[in-house]
């Protein structure tokens, strides 16, 4: 028989500044997400840009701003992560991320930050909130709120040996021990497809990708999934993306075994619900896993 095991556990506020970078789940894990909150523009890499760490080798790397800055300044716009209006973030030590949010359970942790004083005037709200969910799925949450309809894209540079795939319009890596697909799930009717753009002299051997809205939003949730696998064992994935009034979040298949991630995208005070499932907290987690047979 099969049987869900559901983990929901309530968020633990910090509201406080956080060593740079963030590592999600942890240093220890094979592998990681490392999340850059320093808003300087000294600082040692780029603002909110990330790693992608999986069994001993980067599979994405953050631009590193010190050696940038030799070249050219940081605030380039084609090298950040998120671009408001054709904008990057201001850089300037008072920007810097701080963490808001914690949240856990058996399988899962969750790290949400502020990143909205980086966007001042653009932006009353950016929270991005970073999910892992073992053994190897990250979900990037990234709620924009802004202070009119605005056009939003996000942009990543991989390595050079990314292909981006012609069916799912997704990322996909195969490296020396492992690798990853990064996928952002949409509507039928509206797609959320990554474009090749000319890569970056200031970073080689990297690609360049673009994905965002083709219309202005007020209001965006986008959802980035990071689906790592060791080499040789790539998974058999699927995604669809859910929306309620309270939550926004996906269905993610991994060799044919659902979870269910929610975020909550409503004020703290209602109860968020997504596809049937209430949760407390930023987040809720829904794992489907076979149960154990105890049967002699």
Not at 156 to 174: F, K, M, N
């Amino acid at each position: 028989m099969l049987g869900p095991l559901v983990f929901v556990c309530a968020a633990s506020p910090v509201q406080a500044a956080a060593v740079d970078p963030i590592v999600v789940p942890n240093s220890t894990n094979p592998v990681q997400f490392r999340l850059y909150l320093n808003g300087s523009p000294s600082a040692t890499h780029l603002f909110n840009t990330f790693d992608v760490e999986a069994y001993g080798e980067l599979l994405l790397r953050s631009p590193e701003a010190a050696s940038l800055r030799r070249l050219t300044s940081p605030s380039s716009a084609a090298l950040h992560n998120f671009l408001v209006d054709g904008e990057g973030p201001s850089l300037d030590p008072t920007n810097s991320m701080s963490i808001v949010e914690r949240a856990s359970g058996p399988d899962w942790s969750y790290v949400a930050v502020d990143a909205t004083a980086a966007y001042r005037g653009r932006l009353k709200q950016y929270r991005r909130g970073i999910l892992f969910v073992e053994p190897d799925l990250f979900v990037l949450h990234d709620h924009f709120i802004a202070e009119k309809p605005s056009k939003f894209l996000m942009t990543l540079h991989p390595s050079a040996a990314t292909q981006l795939d012609p069916v799912w319009g997704d990322l996909r890596l195969e490296s020396t021990n492992g690798g990853v697909r990064i996928h952002a799930p949409g509507q039928k009717k509206d797609p959320r497809f990554w474009t090749r753009m000319e890569s970056s002299p200031l970073l080689p051997g990297t690609a360049a990708f673009q994905l965002g809205p083709t219309n202005k939003l007020a209001v965006l949730d986008l959802l980035t999934v990071f689906a790592i696998h060791k080499k040789g064992q790539t998974q058999e994935l699927a995604f669809k993306l859910l929306q309620s009034n309270t939550a926004v979040g996906a269905r993610i298949h991994r060799e044919g075994m659902p979870t269910l991630v929610a975020f909550r995208n409503a004020p703290a005070e209602s109860k968020p619900s997504l596809a049937g499932f209430a949760f407390d907290g930023p987040v809720g987690v829904d794992v489907f896993k076979p149960k154990r047979n105890l049967a002699k």
